[in-house]
């Protein structure tokens, strides 16, 4: 016996060494593999008819290591439509699986740079990746012409090097950067766009200083999902929200966010001791906005831009304090990844995407 398991472990040992010397030729097979499976494959072939939602962005400005910068896909039909680019966003959606080529447009909540400073490479990967032949939209109140002027001059010697590279079949120049379309911003809510089955409706919310802040509610075959964007507590949200299968909202704890302003107070930091004291006016706590999720009938509340990072196992809970106690539906904190399907048919599913 004895002699047996020495044989046994001589062979592990053997089989460890041969696998150290020949790692390299086993890694390559190894990604070869996965490339083969990963290469042509899109999440959205998987979907059922009917609206999604992808979090291709969950955080806010702190600095995060497992969050994005805002970032919300939504999919009806096939149809992909990002609420905000943050960093990180072109990143995450090739990891979900969902190609930049297929992003049909833009639309942004507010101008913080934290909700466009992924506007580029999403617009390159998707003219790039896709051949595009015109301009990615990019939809927005009064001032979004502004923001497309800044990115298209930006980016303007990379896309002239991208044509050089790959020639203007590949890459057709009437395809790069970004296209602007303002919207009057509504005095309350008004529709935006309603073609194919699908509706777009924004509204206005409190995120002043910033003027205006808007919100987006999306209505495609019987299913609905309204996404916040940066706001305190809104009446106007609460109306337009009403009775949505899913409430995407921001949320900001007050009894975290003060933690770090004290620390920050401590060191001699006094600008974000400051910042910290300063946001909880503009920002809604997760308490509080499962109150009004209550008060707008809708089935489930995801909570996004999450403010400050929750860093230490366990924080969840604090995040979220009572807000599960005043919303009697599903209440989770959206991570990177996380995709959530609202068939036609009916039902919700909560998995996640491609890599992430």
Known sequence: MKRALAILAGL??????????????LAVRAYEAGIRRAV?????????????VAFCGTGAPLPDPDRAGPCTAIIAGGRVI????????????????????????????????????GIGPVMLQRWVNNSATAPLTLMGPSGVEDIAAGFNAAYARDAGY??????????????????????????ESAVILDEGGLKVTAFRVNHSPVEPALGYRFDYKGRCVT???????????VRVAAGCDLLVHEGLQPRLTRIVGRAAAEKGNRALAKVMADIESYHAAPEAVADEAADAGVKALAFTHVIPPLLVPGLDQA???????RFSGPVWIARDGDLVSL??????????????
């Open 227 to 237: 996404v916040s964007g940066d706001t305190s507590l809104s009446p106007v949200l």
């Open 40 to 52: 042509g494959v899109s999440t959205l072939d998987s979907l059922p008819d009917g609206l999604s």
């Open 82 to 117: 990002l609420v905000d680019a943050g960093e990180g966003a072109a990143r995450n959606l090739g990891l979900m699986g969902i190609p930049a080529g297929k992003v049909e447009r833009i639309l942004l909540t507010h101008f913080h740079s934290d909700h466009i400073d």
């Open 12 to 25: 592990v040992v053997v089989a460890g060494v041969l696998v150290y010397l020949f790692r390299g030729p």
């Open 343 to 356: 068939p036609a048919a009916g039902g919700m599913e909560r998995t996640r995407a491609g890599r992430m």
């Open 319 to 325: 995040f979220l304090g009572d807000a599960r106690s």
């Open 162 to 187: 991208r044509v050089a590279h790959h020639g203007a079949a590949l890459v057709p120049p009437s395809g790069y950067g970004v296209a602007p379309l303002a919207f009057p911003p509504p005095d």
